[in-house]
């Protein structure tokens, strides 16, 4: 069904009230592939929309949001190494990490309380306490928007990288991923290296998958806001990634930088601290605002738009710029 003037409030996690021209909830691949032959919205700009948790809205749109509801998990095979479980783009992540625990087929628990949903999860590749979804992940299944054409995707297909993928990149736009295969090895380890899960876990001799899924809960319940109460997308900007001169020279004028060396000899910056030393947690423009537990989140106070977002973001930028020679880049994408 083609609704018009649409709000998309319940379709962003920033809480942004902006509105689409039209919108359709799309609940299967055959709806999806329709779309490529709908004369009611041939030449019509689309934003496909997950769970909205990776978005800046900063005005109407003058277009069709197209929100993914295609549903349904299932096991579909298994090889000696691992098992294959398939899931609908617009399964709630969440969900369905929890549901593969049920069935005794753990891998995902890092990745416990990540707002959005199944489609949304290779766009920015999602990561979190040392695991990228890119590791757990075996293929995937898309529309093609302007042909309604069905493509599938291996992992080299969708060119993982830290929080980044071809969807984000040349393949921006252009497809509505329907479905998403992983694979779960077998043979489990934890993962349980990151301080924070660590602490939670102290006193667990052998942790496994449901205590590390619940320690994380607990660690983002504690440190991260909560999108329906205080409207946000997570992560604002990628950890920096420097060269092992350009640290050293860094660390020369600030002795006390929070940094995490990389296998292939670059620094990983934790980008929250960065922010935080310009003096910005708590601070903000209008209703938007940096969070005060974690200074890597902006937030909507109440009634910030998305433009007073991009400002904030801005500003943080040119702070960090100026004070540690350190470009930041932002997680989410704009419209
Ligand atoms: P944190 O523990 O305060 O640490 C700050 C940063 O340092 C993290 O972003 C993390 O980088 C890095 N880090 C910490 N321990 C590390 C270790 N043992 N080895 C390598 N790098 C380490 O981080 P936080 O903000 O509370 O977030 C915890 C985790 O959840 C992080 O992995 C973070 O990326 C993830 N997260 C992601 C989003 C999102 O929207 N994308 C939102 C919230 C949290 P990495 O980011 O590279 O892991």
Not at 37 to 42: P, Y
Not at 50 to 78: H, P, Q, Y
Not at 200 to 226: M, S, T, W
Request: charged share 20%.
């Amino acid at each position: 069904m083609l609704l018009a003037d649409y709000s998309l409030l319940r379709h962003n996690t920033f809480g942004f009230d902006a509105r689409a021209r039209y919108a359709m909830h799309i609940d299967s691949v055959d709806a999806a592939a329709a779309l490529a032959t709908d004369t009611r919205i041939a030449n019509m700009p689309q934003l496909v929309l997950g769970g909205g948790s990776n978005v800046v809205l900063t005005r109407d749109f003058d277009g069709v949001a197209l929100i993914v509801a295609i549903a349904g998990k299932r096991v579909i095979g298994e090889d000696d190494d691992a098992w294959l479980i398939e899931a609908g783009a617009g399964e709630n992540w969440h969900d369905f990490v929890a549901w593969t625990l049920a069935q005794g087929m753990p891998g995902l628990e890092n990745l416990a309380l990540i707002p959005g949903t199944v489609g949304a999860a290779p766009i920015q590749n999602i990561g979190a306490y040392g695991l990228e979804m890119g590791e757990r992940f075996e293929r995937l299944s898309a529309v093609e928007l302007a042909t309604g054409e069905r493509v599938e995707f291996d992992r080299a297909a969708c060119a993982f990288g830290y929080r980044d993928s071809f969807f984000k990149r040349a393949g921006r736009g252009r497809f509505m991923i329907t479905s998403v295969v992983f694979r779960l090895p077998k043979v489990w380890t934890p993962r349980a290296g990151y301080a924070d899960v660590a602490r939670a876990l102290e006193g667990a001799a052998n942790p496994d998958a449901q205590a590390i899924f619940d320690a994380v809960v607990a660690v983002r319940r504690a440190k991260l806001p909560d999108w329906t109460v205080l409207g946000n997308a997570g992560s604002f900007f990628k950890n920096p990634v420097v060269s092992a001169a350009a640290f050293e020279t860094l660390k020369q004028c600030e002795p006390g930088v929070v940094s995490y060396p990389q296998a292939d000899g670059h620094v990983k910056l934790a980008a929250g601290w960065l922010i935080d030393q310009c003096g910005w947690k708590g601070r903000g423009i209008g209703g938007a605002a940096v969070h005060d537990r974690q200074a890597l989140v902006l937030v909507n106070r109440g009634g910030a738009t998305g433009a007073q977002v991009l400002e904030l973001a801005e500003a943080i930028k040119r702070d960090v710029l100026a004070r540690f020679d350190v470009e930041l880049e932002m997680e989410p994408v704009t419209l």
